[in-house]
């Protein structure tokens, strides 16, 4: 599951939670189960997640934007496992 997640700093972080079959959190995934990322797009903090699927190795592929400047936002492709 992947959100953008607004963190008490003001900063958009793109966040990525995993599961396990029995519906609780993944521990050898990131941190306890969860992943997050900010900076993808040189560090103005703004990472937003649209759209997430498998590849065929069963690796998690997101697409979303990143803030790349005052006024430009980069497509980024984030991949995990």
């Known amino acids: 599951w992947t959100q953008t997640a607004l963190g008490s700093t003001g900063r958009y972080d ?3 939670v ?18 997050t990322h900010d900076g993808a797009g ?10 997430m699927t498998l590849d065929g190795q069963d690796r ?6 990143s803030r790349a400047g005052s006024q430009n936002f980069d497509m980024v492709v984030w991949r995990f496992r």
């Open 42 to 51: 040189g560090g103005f903090r703004k990472d937003f997640a649209f759209d």
């Open 18 to 35: 995993a599961y396990r079959d029995d519906g609780l959190l993944d521990p050898l995934f990131g941190m306890g189960g969860m992943v």
């Open 14 to 16: 793109m966040a990525l």
């Open 60 to 65: 998690i592929l997101i697409t979303g934007r």
